[in-house]
T-cell receptor, first 109, second 115 residues
Framework: GQNIDQPTEMTATEGAIVQINCTYQ??????LFWYQQHAGEAPTFLSY??LDGLEEKGRFSSFLSRSKGYSYLLLKELQMKDSASYLC??????????WGAGTKLIIKP | EAGVVQSPRYKIIEKKQPVAFWCNPI?????LYWYLQNLGQGPELLIR????????DSQLPKDRFSAERLKGVDSTLKIQPAELGDSAVYLC?????????????FGPGTRLTVL
């Protein structure tokens, strides 16, 4: 079957760095997406990886290892506004996104 | 550029009543998705449209849910009759196509409460 695993909740301190891990199993693979979702709001696109390696975009970076079925989202210089849920989603061979349950990130001052 | 528009934002109904949600995708986006999201969970696909054709509705409970996308633009999702377990956020998303680089953009969602 198809499955996405990510931690339910993480806590970090303002100004620090946090890494949110995601493992996936899909029928075929067409890339890995990360979305941010603030409470009561819609998911917003953060990053897309299809090749192995690290993609950096400002304070956010995303890494992919296709052979390990593994990705992580790295957030640097954490700000209070980064408190949100982070959703990992893998695209399968039918171009359908398989979503994880999300990781709730709590930032403390 | 306007984003995905959904209405209403909130809806409270009694069980067994009908309810409808409306979505206007980003202009030029051919692919439209309806998702259901429960608290603390990721979105679950209900139906995907390519223009006006429903190409993936395998997860749509067809005994009570229906959807349409007339003229390949706006879409409506209907539940009749609603059940208590239908309480959730209904998200609409759109993308240029369904390819790997076609990012899905989400609307604000409709929060449905069934009493």
């Amino acid at each position: 079957g198809q499955n996405i695993d990510q931690p339910t909740e993480m806590t970090a301190t303002e100004g620090a760095i946090v890494q949110i891990n995601c493992t996936y199993q899909t029928s075929g693979f067409n890339g890995l997406f990360w979305y941010q979702q603030h409470a009561g709001e819609a998911p917003t696109f953060l990053s897309y990886n299809v090749l192995d390696g690290l993609e950096e975009k400002g304070r956010f970076s995303s890494f992919l290892s296709r052979s390990k079925g593994y990705s992580y989202l790295l957030l640097k210089e954490l700000q209070m506004k980064d408190s949100a849920s982070y959703l990992c989603a893998a695209m399968d061979s039918n171009y359908q996104l398989i979503w994880g349950a999300g990781t709730k990130l709590i930032i403390k001052p | 550029e306007a984003g995905v528009v959904q209405s209403p934002r909130y809806k409270i109904i009694e069980k067994k009543q009908p309810v409808a949600f409306w979505c206007n995708p980003i202009s030029g986006h051919n692919t439209l998705y309806w998702y259901l999201q429960n608290l603390g969970q990721g979105p679950e696909l209900l139906i995907r449209y390519e223009n006006e054709e429903a190409v993936d509705d395998s997860q749509l409970p067809k005994d009570r849910f229906s959807a349409e996308r007339l003229k390949g633009v706006d879409s409506t999702l209907k539940i009749q009759p609603a059940e208590l377990g239908d309480s959730a956020v209904y998200l609409c998303a759109s993308s240029l196509g369904r390819g790997v680089t076609d990012t899905q953009y989400f609307g604000p969602g409709t929060r449905l409460t069934v009493l």
